[in-house]
């Protein structure tokens, strides 16, 4: 996807030959149930329900432990046992497909 900044960039038509109108990626067509909100300046933004549904979810998982302590004591325990088996084969292969993906 091309962004164009400031006309610097290759500009990408939809097709028609024209440039598309101004919109974000999904397009307006695609975005139903806009929510309308404005503060005490008088300025005015609109939210689509998928970004409402984005900020619900946000404030969900914001709530969630960062940590899940239970899984790291069970691990702890099973590591002062020997109980806990590492594939370091497997440990260096995910390492290598993280770094080179």
Do not use: H, W
């Amino acid at each position: 996807m091309v962004n164009d900044i400031n006309g610097l960039t290759p500009t990408v038509t939809n097709g028609t030959g024209k440039k598309p109108s101004r919109v974000d990626s999904v397009g307006a067509e695609n975005q139903p149930a806009l929510e309308t909100t404005s503060d005490a300046t008088g300025d005015n933004f609109a939210l689509s329900s998928q970004a409402q549904l984005l900020s619900k979810l946000e404030a969900q998982i914001s709530r969630l432990p960062e940590v899940d302590q239970d899984r790291v004591d069970a691990i702890r325990d099973a590591l002062n046992r020997g109980q806990f088996d590492i594939d370091s084969f497997s440990l260096a292969q995910d390492i290598i497909n993280f770094e080179f993906k």
